[in-house]
């Protein structure tokens, strides 16, 4: 089968196609073009930002990412974790929420914002 994509990894936005027969890209001005599109047919990953829940009235959510991208498939996975933690405690931008996520090495929860307690 003969897949079409733009490639989003430069400005380039390069028309690729991919077949799967022959595990073979098309089209890539550069060679991030080749490793754009079979990761994005053979094994999508995404980076996820989200909102968790904090006991305090004055900020009652605040900001969260992955530290890394994680498999497309296991998305509605981690938005149903991050949609039960709540913070109820003072933390820091960048303090780590969760560590190794979803059992992925070195992705990581963790604050895009101060949580400063009331």
Do not use: W
């Not at 733009?6 to 400005?11: A, E, Q, R, S």
């Not at 980076?47 to 968790?52: K, M």
């Not at 004055?58 to 709540?86: G, T, W, Y």
Request: hydrophobic share 40%.
């Amino acid at each position: 089968m003969i897949h079409h994509l733009t490639c989003i990894v430069c400005p380039n936005g390069c028309a690729l196609t991919y077949d799967d027969k022959l595990d073979e890209v098309k089209g890539n001005k550069c060679p991030r073009g080749e490793s754009f599109a079979k990761e994005e047919i053979l094994a999508p990953k995404r980076n996820l930002t989200a909102l968790v829940k904090t006991i305090y009235s004055n900020q009652p959510v605040v900001s969260v990412r992955l530290s890394n991208k994680i498999l497309k498939k296991d998305i509605f996975q981690a938005m149903k974790i991050i949609d039960e933690i709540i913070i109820d405690h003072p933390m820091k931008l960048g303090d780590i929420i969760i560590k190794d996520f979803l059992n992925y090495q070195d992705v990581n929860l963790i604050l895009t914002k101060d949580v400063k307690g009331e």
